[in-house]
């Protein structure tokens, strides 16, 4: 997990227009280039970061997956759910 990020929302309408001048200040975690929901509080985000990045870690069931790369192609495989990630938290606050 990467370091928590605090974010500015603005409320638009589907042309991009500001439908509201009202922001909220809110906090997020970020996970291989992706935002979590939001939390009030950098406690809060803080403490939903940790839970998933200890989620990563815990082993799961064999399961076979099925996915498709970026030219088109769909590749089966057999995932033992042993192969877990090492995972850390990182807080720039």
């Given at each position: 997990m990467r370091a928590l990020a605090n974010l500015r929302q603005e409320m638009r309408d589907g042309e991009g227009r500001i439908q509201d001048r009202k922001t909220r200040e809110c906090w997020a975690?970020?996970?291989r280039g992706t935002f979590s929901e939001t939390f009030p509080t950098h406690e809060a985000a803080l403490a939903a970061a940790k839970v998933a990045a200890g989620e990563q870690r815990v082993p799961g069931e064999t399961v076979g997956i099925e996915y498709e790369t970026k030219d088109g192609v769909w590749h089966e495989e057999l995932d033992p759910g042993s192969?877990?990630?090492q995972?850390?938290?990182e807080d720039e606050e």
């Open positions: 975690y970020k996970a192969d877990r990630p995972t850390s938290v």
